[in-house]
């Protein structure tokens, strides 16, 4: 296999990792938004407000837009559309030009019971929509990422979120490459090669969301990567991975490990 390209290695994490995340080495922090970047000081109910931890700070990607109990597909449009409205300039505060958000958010996106797929799909087409416009007003940039079933029912797989997104006319508005959803689904990896041009974001771990290289994992995730870079994505990869509880010192060892096996692997930086 030829070597691989992409423009940094990053870590999904919340402020608990944070410091762990940049002593392992990692090119940047993708923090999580919901409860965590983004916070209610005076409890549920209150204005959002940025985590002072994060002050002064600047990150290329977000991920975990919405909270779950935000329901997307029945709440009122102009709730969905206050909550856009309100949290996303505090993410551009301390946001990179044109940072990723990713859409994955799968509590909040899931259909009730009895409603038909189409309506749960015209009505997330709105709701991402609304995303898309707000991000754009703020410099930023939504990515859509298929989440399993296990997750929620709305849009599984990555051909699935592709035929959504132009089935629905969205533009502006690409897809997540996640590894762990790709498994969970049974899909194959040429979709990746298929629709290369539609990759958006890259989320990576070994089996389970095991931290690369751990007991019972395997290589799947090196297989991955190449079809990510033959598809023709050459931007930043995260790990996204169940860490160890011990913050300090476990999980900074799992994630330098993880770090240090993709860039043996031939995954290599480019400006």
Same mark, same amino acid.
């Given at each position: 296999?030829?070597p691989?390209s992409?423009? #940094?290695? &990053?870590?999904v994490?919340?402020?608990?990792l944070?410091?762990?995340?940049?002593?392992?080495g990692?090119?940047?922090?993708?923090?999580?938004?919901a /409860?965590?970047?983004?916070i209610?000081p005076? #409890?549920d109910? &209150?204005d959002?407000a940025?985590?002072d931890? @994060?002050?002064g700070?600047?990150?290329?990607?977000?991920a975990?837009? =919405?909270? &779950?109990?935000?329901p997307?597909?029945?709440a009122?449009?102009?709730?969905?559309? #206050? @909550?856009?409205?309100? =949290?996303?300039?505090?993410?551009?505060?301390?946001?990179?030009p044109?940072?990723?958000?990713?859409?994955g958010s799968?509590? $909040?996106?899931?259909a009730p019971d009895?409603?038909?797929?189409?309506? *749960?799909?015209?009505?997330?087409?709105?709701?991402?929509?609304?995303a898309?416009?707000t991000? =754009?007003?703020?410099?930023l940039?939504?990515?859509?990422e298929?989440?399993s079933?296990?997750?929620?029912?709305?849009?599984?797989?990555?051909?699935?979120?592709?035929r959504?997104?132009?089935?629905a $006319?969205i533009?502006?508005v690409?897809?997540?490459?996640d590894l762990f959803?790709?498994?969970?689904e049974?899909?194959?990896?040429?979709v990746?090669?298929?629709?290369?041009?539609?990759? #958006?974001?890259v989320h990576?771990?070994d089996?389970?969301?095991l931290?690369l290289?751990?007991e019972? /994992?395997?290589?799947?995730?090196?297989d991955?990567?190449h *079809?990510?870079?033959?598809?023709? @994505?050459?931007g930043?990869?995260?790990?996204?991975c169940?860490?160890s509880r011990?913050?300090?010192?476990?999980?900074?060892?799992?994630? /330098?490990?993880?770090?240090?096996?993709?860039?043996?692997?031939? *995954?290599?930086?480019? $400006?």
């Amino acid at each position: 296999m030829e070597p691989m390209s992409f423009t #940094g290695f &990053g870590v999904v994490a919340g402020a608990e990792l944070t410091e762990a995340v940049r002593r392992a080495g990692a090119d940047h922090v993708e923090p999580t938004i919901a /409860g965590n970047l983004v916070i209610q000081p005076d #409890g549920d109910g &209150g204005d959002w407000a940025l985590n002072d931890l @994060y002050a002064g700070d600047r990150f290329p990607s977000f991920a975990i837009l =919405v909270p &779950g109990d935000l329901p997307l597909l029945t709440a009122e449009p102009t709730a969905v559309r #206050g @909550y856009f409205d309100a =949290v996303l300039p505090i993410v551009h505060s301390v946001a990179d030009p044109g940072a990723k958000i990713v859409f994955g958010s799968g509590t $909040a996106r899931t259909a009730p019971d009895g409603m038909p797929e189409a309506e *749960a799909d015209r009505r997330f087409a709105e709701v991402l929509r609304t995303a898309r416009d707000t991000a =754009v007003a703020n410099d930023l940039r939504i990515v859509l990422e298929p989440l399993s079933r296990s997750e929620t029912n709305v849009l599984n797989s990555f051909a699935e979120a592709v035929r959504f997104l132009d089935d629905a $006319a969205i533009d502006g508005v690409d897809v997540v490459a996640d590894l762990f959803h790709i498994r969970n689904e049974g899909e194959s990896l040429d979709v990746l090669r298929e629709h290369g041009d539609r990759i #958006g974001h890259v989320h990576v771990s070994d089996r389970d969301r095991l931290p690369l290289g751990a007991e019972g /994992g395997d290589d799947v995730w090196r297989d991955f990567l190449h *079809a990510v870079h033959d598809g023709g @994505y050459r931007g930043s990869v995260s790990l996204e991975c169940n860490w160890s509880r011990d913050t300090t010192t476990a999980a900074e060892r799992e994630i /330098g490990r993880s770090l240090e096996l993709l860039r043996r692997s031939g *995954a290599m930086l480019v $400006a």
